[in-house]
């Protein structure tokens, strides 16, 4: 199975900031990779997929990019929407898996 | 508007059985390969497993920890997907959601999750 790995898995930041999150995967999926966010009692939302492909409807401050087995989500200028849990997912193989996710917090 | 509306969670015992459904509209339901993600209660998120469409004689994909005890069907008359669970287990405790399949295997709809817990 290919394990993604997420970091950080907390992240503490003030609206306005500007966010990374990375998910590195164990071997190769070229860009078979989407993210996710989910606030809490809600089902998660597509944000990105094809590793940079924003999806229909999502802000233009969320960004995918990806380099090897290391993708990389941004948010240029985190609004108060943003407060969440990210997620990242691969599709390349199966079993589909996910990362452990990031939750980004007020600070 | 695309709609994806879970039931069938509730409580069930160790060693129980329970059917879940996902009904579809605003879609072309038969379509879309569709999938099934659970979330243990405060966890992350586990891909369940995915059933193709049709034109992919409905074939199945399962996670190897579910492999054996669900089994995942849909009927396109009545835009239903369905996640039949035997032999539930503690750890099967989750909200279990379904998603619509897009792309290369992304899932761009989401429903609103069904509830299962298992407990004696």
């Known amino acids: 199975d290919i394990q993604l790995t997420q970091s950080p898995s907390f992240l503490s930041a003030s609206v306005g900031d500007r966010v990374t999150i990375t998910c590195r995967a164990s071997q190769g999926i070229s860009s078979y990779l989407a993210w996710y966010h989910q606030k809490p009692g809600k089902a998660p939302k597509l944000l990105i997929y094809?590793?940079?492909t924003v999806q229909s409807g999502v802000p233009s401050r969320f960004s995918g990019s990806a380099s090897g087995t290391e993708f990389t989500l941004t948010i240029s200028s985190l609004q108060p929407e943003d407060f969440a849990t990210y997620y990242c997912?691969?599709?390349?193989?199966?079993?589909?898996?996910f990362g452990g996710g990031t939750k980004v917090e007020i600070k | 508007e695309v709609q994806l509306v879970e039931s069938g969670g509730g409580l069930v015992q160790p060693g129980g059985s329970l059917r879940l459904s996902c009904a579809a509209s605003?879609?072309?339901?038969?379509?879309?390969?569709m999938d099934w993600v659970r979330q243990a209660p405060g966890k992350g998120l586990e891909w369940v497993g995915r059933i193709r469409n049709r034109a992919n004689s409905y074939t199945t994909e399962t996670a190897a920890s579910v492999k054996g005890r669900f089994t995942i069907s849909r009927d396109d008359s009545k835009n239903a997907l369905y996640l039949q669970i035997n032999g539930l287990k503690t750890e099967d405790t989750a909200v279990y959601y379904c998603?619509?399949?897009f792309g290369s295997g992304y899932s761009d709809y989401w429903g609103q999750g069904t509830l299962v817990t298992v407990s004696s």
């Open positions: 605003g879609f072309i339901f038969s379509d879309h390969y």
């Open positions: 997912q691969q599709v390349n193989s199966y079993p589909l898996t």
């Open positions: 998603a619509r399949m």
């Open positions: 094809a590793a940079s």
